[in-house]
Nanobody, 126 residues
Framework: VQLQASGGGLVQAGDSLRLSCAAS????????MGWFRQAPGKEREFVGR????????PYGDSVKGRFTISRDNAKNTVYLQMNSLKPEDTAVHYC????????????????????WGQGTLVTVSS
């Protein structure tokens, strides 16, 4: 599956932003999807994951309560709604397909995902 992320930009602290990730290929509806982010000089960080059905959406501690992942299988698209943005959310945000294991030990790790989008930059000014 090929992934194309979009929607990043420059916003102020407290603002909201919605990222989209469009997928091509017939396997999208059967695949869990993950969002990760990477700030300069830091490791890639788990943001959240959505199961294939959309019924399970675990999040990383740093975004819990502020970010929401959803998907539209008819449009082959997954979304990341980001509210109450903080300067520390500044990073390149990536969508990824995979993370099939429901155990958090696996789905929080980038190595569990086989396909990645190109990333979209989110910059939050204070």
């Amino acid at each position: 599956v090929q992934l194309q992320a979009s929607g990043g930009g420059l916003v102020q602290a407290g603002d909201s932003l919605r990222l989209s990730c469009a997928a091509s290929g017939s396997t999208f509806s059967g695949s869990p999807m993950g969002w990760f982010r990477q700030a300069p000089g830091k490791e890639r960080e788990f943001v959240g994951r959505i199961s294939a059905s959309g019924g399970s959406t675990p999040y990383g501690d740093s975004v819990k309560g502020r970010f929401t992942i959803s998907r539209d299988n008819a449009k082959n698209t997954v979304y990341l709604q980001m509210n109450s943005l903080k300067p520390e959310d500044t990073a390149v945000h990536y969508c990824a397909a995979g993370g099939f294991y429901s155990n958090s030990y696996y789905y929080t790790r980038p190595q569990s995902y086989g396909s990645w989008g190109q990333g979209t930059l989110v910059t939050v000014s204070s």
